[in-house]
């Protein structure tokens, strides 16, 4: 079934079949790509593909460390679900938390040496997933065009009023 558009409530705007085919085409491949690549990281060290991402912001952060608030940002999740997954990645030993000492309610999560030795063992696999079900498939021109799309996309879900409601906001 078509869905209407959020803008026009009182008009039902549906879907042209063209949009709707497009719609269906995106949920689809990016299902199975988000599956693809928990399936991967899954069987080579045993964590699903957000935790890696986790992983990988800590890595690229100065110091191998971020705020808590920062890293659900960065990973585009609530800070509950954020909190979970350190949970799980502190009893691996992949990362601890640390007290923020400017501000008593803040922490850092840090990136251990195990952590980034995980993160080290499990990239080049990850890479490959990543090239075979993506990149591989795609003309440069395309790569590119996919990006620029993605990007307007983000763009216009992400605003920058106070009181947006974001998933790290909340």
């Known amino acids: 079934m078509n869905t209407a558009s959020a803008s026009a409530p009182a008009q039902n705007r549906w879907l ?25 990281l899954q ?10 991402g986790l992983l990988v912001g800590l890595a690229e952060a100065p110091g191998r460390q971020l705020r808590m608030t920062e890293l659900a940002m960065n990973a585009k999740i609530t800070r509950s679900r954020l909190s979970h997954a350190v949970a799980r990645l502190e009893k691996n030993g992949w990362v601890r938390r640390e007290d923020c ?18 993160l080290r063992r499990t990239a080049p696999g990850h890479v490959a997933a990543v090239r075979q079900a993506l990149f591989e498939r795609l003309s ?22 106070a009181g947006a409601d974001l998933p790290w906001l909340r």
């Open 16 to 40: 042209t079949d063209d949009e709707q085919h497009v719609w269906r085409a995106y949920l689809h491949a990016t299902t199975l790509l988000e599956d693809h690549l928990d399936r991967q």
């Open 43 to 52: 069987r080579d060290a045993g964590m699903p593909h957000i935790y890696y």
């Open 101 to 118: 000492p400017s501000d008593k309610r803040g922490q850092f999560a840090v990136l251990t040496d195990e952590g980034a030795e995980v």
């Open 140 to 161: 440069p021109e395309q790569q590119q065009a996919l990006g620029e799309i993605m990007q307007i996309v983000a763009e216009g879900l992400q605003p920058n009023e």
